[in-house]
């Protein structure tokens, strides 16, 4: 079992930036895939940013050049720096975790994960 909890959504400006933290707990030492995803009132859940455990990256296109995902496997946390934020980033931002084993799952998709944590709201006025 993994038990995952983000903190530091918030309210800013467009051109503002934010740091997403996704604390884990439970076997951690199982998972295999780590990823930001968001949703947005009236849409599906978007893939935003995925990390290996071997630190391989990858980005949605809306989100690339701007935000990073990083890992700090000794104290079980995921983040995502955001920078330049617009108005389309807000959203509820999950993090989630995969414990299976990889097989090639695509990094930005929500079916390759099986844990997931309750949300957290980023809100971007312009």
């Known amino acids: 079992q993994v038990q995952l909890v983000e903190s530091g959504g918030g309210s800013v400006q467009a051109g503002g930036s934010l740091r997403l933290s996704c604390a884990g707990s439970?076997?951690?030492?199982?998972?295999?895939?780590m990823g930001w995803f968001r949703q947005a009132p009236g849409k599906g859940r978007e893939g935003v940013a995925g990390?290996?455990?071997?630190?391989?990256?990858g980005y949605s296109e809306s989100v690339k050049g701007r935000f990073t995902i990083s890992q700090d496997k000794a104290k079980n946390i995921l983040y995502l720096q955001m920078n330049s934020l617009k108005p389309e980033d807000s959203a509820m931002y999950y993090c989630?975790?995969?414990?299976?084993?990889?097989?090639?799952?695509?990094?930005?998709?929500?079916?390759?994960?099986?844990?997931w944590g309750q949300g957290t709201q980023v809100t971007v006025s312009s």
């Open positions: 989630a975790a995969r414990t299976r084993p990889a097989f090639s799952s695509p990094l930005l998709s929500e079916s390759s994960y099986n844990y």
């Open positions: 439970g076997s951690m030492y199982s998972t295999v895939y």
């Open positions: 990390i290996t455990r071997d630190g391989g990256t």
